[in-house]
C-alpha cells in the first residue's frame, strides 16, 4: 500500500493537484510524532522540484534518438531484451517447472 500511495502522490502532484499530494505524503510519515512533518515536507519539496525540472525537459521520441547518450541506452536495453528472448530462458524454467510438477504430483 505504501508503494502505491507513494506512486499516487506523485501522480496527484504531477497533475496539479499539489494539496492533495501533500496530504498523502503526510500520511504516508505519520508515525505520531510531530518529526514527520518535516520528513513529508522535505519530500514534498524535492518531489515538487524534480517535477518542476522535468516539465522544463523535452520528452519526445525524437529527443531520445537526436541525443547520443539516450539512443546509446535504447539500444542496449533493446539488445539486451532480444538476447533474453532468443536465449531460451523460457524454455529453461518451463521443462524446469513442468519437471518438478511431474515429480510433486501422484502418478
Request: glycine fraction near 4%.
Amino acid at each position: 500500500m505504501r508503494f502505491t500511495d507513494d506512486l499516487l502522490a506523485r501522480w496527484l502532484a504531477l497533475h496539479d493537484r499539489a494539496d492533495e499530494a501533500k496530504a498523502v505524503l503526510m500520511r504516508l510519515h505519520d508515525d505520531g510524532t510531530a518529526s514527520h512533518h518535516a520528513a513529508a515536507a522535505e519530500e514534498f519539496h524535492v518531489m515538487m522540484h524534480q517535477i518542476n525540472i522535468e516539465r522544463t525537459l523535452d520528452s519526445s521520441w525524437m529527443n531520445m534518438l537526436r541525443t547520443a547518450s539516450l539512443r546509446k541506452r535504447a539500444l542496449i536495453t533493446l539488445g539486451v531484451t532480444g538476447w533474453i528472448q532468443c536465449s531460451g530462458v523460457l524454455v529453461i524454467n518451463s521443462t524446469l517447472c513442468s519437471d518438478q510438477m511431474s515429480r510433486l504430483l501422484p502418478h
